[in-house]
């Protein structure tokens, strides 16, 4: 804008200089013709003597149609205008057409409902626009149940499992059951064999027999410090060692003798002297 403004102010100043400088009137003309040809007796005297062919009448229409400043004005004023930068102007070839409104067209995706999650239909237009409808609710869990009993190390629980997606949880859980690894059975199995044994060392089996050592014992159920076989060996040698001992020592009678104590079983041997 400031170019402009500087190009406007110098053409008006150029327009200005070449209004000052204008060509002589024809009144002008006449009024010098007159005086050329009625000279006054001093003009006479100090005129120098001119020659035909300097005419002052013809010399004076010779300067005024002499060529002025102003094609120079003209070049520079030329130059002044291709310096300034022409301001933008909207370019015709860039004119685009308007474009009629977008109308959206929508292509429906199905969402089947899940077990937890609702089922719907998604609407999306090739610009990007989406919405969603047509919602429908979830199918919920179908669950089957599988109950695990409790060993003599882990806790029992009911494992319920959905068959439709696999989705489980665990409730319902029961104590760590505890197995008897040594019955009673089993220790009267091993009495019987001592007691035969104490017969073929030449000892009186009597069940009346009241003396006896220090008890020993071993583990009942599972999960305690002996194995049933462990138990078993266990017991039937102390009864077995017992009988020897005590026909070492000079008894006369010997009875395996067994109780429950807690979680173990104590067994020991009796004795007597007749």
């Not at 009267?188 to 064999?193: D, P, R, S, T």
């Not at 001592?194 to 599972?222: F, H, I, K, Q």
Request: proline share 6%; charged share 20%.
């Amino acid at each position: 804008m400031k170019k402009l403004l500087i190009l406007i102010v110098l053409a008006a100043m150029m327009l200005t200089a070449c209004q000052s400088t204008t060509l002589p009137t024809n009144t002008d003309n006449e009024h010098l013709e007159a005086t050329a040809t009625e000279p006054t007796a001093e003009t006479q005297k100090q005129a120098p003597e001119t020659t035909a062919t300097e005419d002052p009448v013809t010399k004076t229409a010779e300067e005024a149609a002499a060529p002025t400043d102003a094609p120079k004005v003209a070049e520079a004023t030329e130059k002044l205008t291709e310096a300034v930068e022409p301001l933008d102007a909207p370019n015709p070839t860039e004119t685009q057409a308007p474009t009629a409104p977008h109308t959206h067209s929508y292509m429906a995706s199905v969402t089947a409902p899940t077990c937890s999650s609702n089922g719907f239909t998604t609407h999306t237009c090739s610009c990007g626009d989406s919405y969603k409808d047509s919602y429908t609710n979830a199918l919920g869990h179908s669950y089957a149940d599988t109950v695990v009993p409790a060993t003599e190390t882990e806790q029992g629980y009911t494992k319920h499992t959905c068959s439709v997606c696999g989705d489980s949880y665990i409730d319902s859980y029961t104590p760590v059951q505890r197995v008897e690894i040594i019955t009673e059975a089993d220790i009267l199995a091993i009495c019987a064999e001592a007691c035969a044994y104490a017969e073929s060392l030449g000892l009186r089996v009597d069940p009346t027999a009241a003396s006896w050592t220090a008890s020993c014992c071993c583990s009942r159920y599972s999960g305690g410090y002996m194995t049933r076989e462990e138990g078993l060996a266990y017991i039937r040698r102390t009864f077995f060692e017992d009988a020897e001992y005590y026909l070492y020592m000079g008894y006369a009678a010997y009875y395996p003798l067994y109780w429950a104590s807690g979680d173990d079983w104590r067994f020991v041997g009796a004795f007597s002297f007749s």
